[in-house]
C-alpha cells in the first residue's frame, strides 16, 4: 500500500509525542498488570523533534516488515506496525519479546531512517527483546525481513545516548538519500518519582 504524504503540521505534532514516549517497558498497554515497581505507567515531558526529513512521499516498493533478527544478541522477532495512539503516546508490542516498526517512519530498506521500537527490562524478572542492545558494536549485522520474502542487512553505524534535553532530530530524520534503520529502547538510571529511566539507547544502522 502507498505511503501517503504526511504534512509538516501533523508530523510536528506526532514527533512531539514520540520520542518522549519511547520508555516502552512502561508505555501504556491495556489489561496487563503494571502493580510491580518499575512497571507504573507514566509519560515523561515531550523531547521536541524537528520533523520535517521525516516526510515519505511516493510509493513503498518493499513489503510491510515482519521480522528482525540481531545474530550478535540473539534476537530472532517478529514486527509488528505501531503508530500513535489515540492518548498520543507511540504503541508498543504488547509481548516483551516483540519488536515494532514505527509505521509513520519508512519501512526498512527506504530511503530515510526507518524506526524500531522494543521493550526493555519486564515485570517479574521477565526478558525483554532489547534487554542486550547494548552489546552491539559497530559493524554488527541485523537482518529484516518483509512480507514478500526480502530480506534486508543493515549495518550498526554508531550507538548514542539521549537524555531529555538532548536534540534527537537525527533519530527520525536523515538527509543522506540513504536508507538507514534505527532501534530505540530504554537505559541508564530507573527514577521512581517520574516512572521512567533516565536516558533512551538508539543503535543507527545503514542498509548495506
Avoid at 520508555?23 to 502493580?35: A, G, P, R, T
Avoid at 520533523?51 to 540473539?74: C, H
Avoid at 537524555?163 to 534505527?182: M, Q, W
Wanted: charged share 25%; with cysteine.
Amino acid at each position: 500500500m502507498p505511503f501517503k504524504f504526511i504534512s509538516k503540521r501533523t508530523l510536528l505534532i506526532t514527533a512531539l509525542s514520540v520520542f518522549s514516549v519511547l520508555l516502552f517497558d512502561f508505555i501504556v498497554i491495556q489489561n496487563i498488570d503494571f502493580s510491580v515497581e518499575k512497571k507504573t505507567v507514566e509519560i515523561p515531558p515531550p523531547i521536541i523533534l524537528d520533523p520535517s526529513i521525516l516526510v515519505k512521499s511516493g510509493p513503498s516498493i518493499l513489503g510491510l516488515p515482519v521480522r528482525l533478527t540481531i545474530p550478535k544478541i540473539k534476537v530472532d522477532t517478529m514486527l509488528k506496525g505501531v503508530g500513535i495512539t489515540p492518548l498520543g503516546a507511540v504503541g508498543a508490542p504488547e509481548s516483551p519479546r516483540d519488536a515494532a516498526w514505527f509505521d509513520l517512519s519508512p519501512r526498512p530498506g527506504e530511503i530515510g531512517s526507518s524506526i524500531i521500537v522494543g521493550h526493555y527490562g519486564w515485570k517479574n524478572g521477565i526478558g525483554s527483546v532489547f534487554d542486550d542492545l547494548y552489546l552491539l558494536q559497530k559493524e554488527d549485522e541485523l537482518t529484516v525481513l518483509d512480507e514478500e520474502g526480502v530480506l534486508t542487512t543493515f549495518v550498526v553505524r554508531e550507538i548514542r545516548s539521549f537524555d531529555e534535553k538532548s536534540d534527537v532530530s537525527t533519530v527520525f530524520g536523515s538527509s543522506d538519500g540513504k536508507a538507514h534503520l534505527n532501534l530505540i529502547t530504554c537505559e541508564g538510571k530507573w527514577d521512581p518519582v517520574s516512572k521512567s529511566y533516565s536516558k533512551r539507547l538508539v543503535v543507527f544502522t545503514d542498509k548495506k
